[in-house]
């Protein structure tokens, strides 16, 4: 049977409100990403000679390093290592530690009661609401950005208040146009820097003036940090639990699937308050049963040796100084960013003497189906597209060529701004 026929059964009537209820599957819009992917495979099947250049993946292009490779290979041989994982093991939880201090610069993380390992730090984004929203709870998080603590806040019965991110405050929230009565009601605040989709940096003195702002009106800061390390030009990494004070209002989320090529892996650490990572973990050892061993040990090698990602942040420094320098020169107003693997920038409104775009994915999908060039629309606060510098290119005489043929492709078109 076809999906529309079960729609005429009692399965039809019996979803969950939260997935759409008795109308779930009957939704007939097409969301941002379904429509990309459209406009690729028809871009593909128009122009089958023509490469299609990928800027809009937001996953790293390369795989993991051979040592970490090795490792689970060896890891994976024994046979202690083939249990249920549950909550992690502690050869993992101490290496994140000695990790956030190597890297961060964060003191007195204790790996026993302050750190515990996650299949990745999405899952964490979804369970960590059910430690705290009950129905007509609220959450904080910022647009653009992502939406998986939201939806789940959701998904509870809470609601969800949105700060726009502008170019104007650097890409960072004003806290102080965030309403009384929505700090006051508010349970948690979701935070993310390096920034996706922005590719903003947070300061030192932001995250100080968060904790001020957190412990005012009593709110849970979740830091989502997988390109904390993934930092260019000077800029050193940095973590909120290095701020005085951030341990008492929150915790922050580590994935290896940035920094260390390890996307499909899935292992990351939520570390910070004690109370929170207790919580956590009791509502993940009911969701999960923890990741494979031989991956934790894997990567509790990988967090050994922080010059991997470090040689990661020097490829994409050069991808970002190449992109930037070609899109200024069609007219963009491209600005390198200190941090993570993504490029933001204004859609123009249009092209001299060709179509006009009332919005970025307008302009999105005019670069995938014209000049099979993929980014991703962001409209949220601004019309933005986000170009991604984990484009494949395998060296650096391949990357420029990369950057030459997009060059090419848009050289002879005018944009209007």
Not at 27 to 55: G, N, S, V, W
Not at 67 to 76: R, Y
Not at 202 to 214: G, L, N, P
Not at 351 to 372: D, N, T
């Amino acid at each position: 049977m076809s999906i529309e026929q079960y729609q005429d059964t009692f399965i039809q009537r019996q979803f969950a409100d939260r997935i759409g209820g008795a109308n779930y599957g009957k939704d007939t819009a097409i969301y941002k990403f379904e429509k990309i992917k459209r406009a690729k495979a028809a871009a593909r099947k128009d122009f089958p000679d023509i490469e299609l250049i990928d800027m809009g993946v937001g996953e790293p292009d390369e795989m993991a390093d051979a040592g970490i490779v090795a490792k689970l290979a060896e890891e994976a041989a024994k046979p202690e290592n083939r249990g249920y994982a549950d909550n992690g093991i502690p050869e993992f939880k101490e290496a994140a530690s000695r990790y956030l201090k190597e890297v961060f610069g964060v003191e007195g993380i204790d790996p026993a009661t302050e750190i515990v390992h996650s299949i990745g730090s999405k899952p964490a984004l979804a369970m960590l609401p059910s430690c705290f929203i009950n129905p007509g709870d609220l959450a904080i998080l910022t647009v653009p950005g992502y939406p998986v603590l939201g939806t789940h806040t959701k998904y509870l019965g809470g609601e969800v208040y949105h700060v726009p991110l502008t170019e104007e405050n650097q890409f960072l929230p004003d806290l102080s146009s965030i309403p009384e009565e929505v700090a006051a009601k508010a349970k948690l605040i979701y935070l993310n820097y390096p920034n996706n989709p922005t590719g903003a940096s947070a300061t030192k003195e932001f995250f100080i003036e968060v904790v001020a702002w957190a412990k005012k009106y009593d709110i849970v800061v979740v830091h989502d940090a997988p390109y904390a390390a993934l930092t260019y030009d000077g800029l050193k990494p940095l973590s909120f639990l290095s701020v005085p004070g951030a341990k008492e209002v929150g915790v922050e989320l580590h994935s290896l699937s940035k920094s260390y090529n390890m996307t499909g892996w899935r292992i990351g650490f939520v570390a910070g308050n004690p109370l929170i990572v207790k919580a956590f973990s009791d509502v993940k050892d009911n969701n999960d049963s923890g990741q494979f061993i031989a991956i934790q040990k894997a990567a509790a090698y990988g967090l050994s040796k922080p010059e991997i990602t470090e040689k990661i942040a020097e490829k994409y420094s050069r991808r970002h100084n190449l992109l930037v320098e070609a899109l200024n020169e069609l007219g963009f107003k491209a600005k390198k960013p200190q941090g993570s693997f993504f490029l933001y920038v204004e859609a123009p409104q249009g092209v001299e003497g060709g179509p006009s775009f009332a919005s970025a994915e307008e302009f999105s999908q005019y670069l995938i189906c014209e000049k099979l060039i993929s980014t991703v629309p962001w409209d949220d606060a601004g019309h933005y597209v986000r170009f991604s510098v984990t484009f494949a290119a395998n060296g650096i005489e391949a990357e420029k060529q990369v950057i030459e043929e997009i060059k090419r492709r848009l050289g002879g078109v005018k944009f209007v701004f």
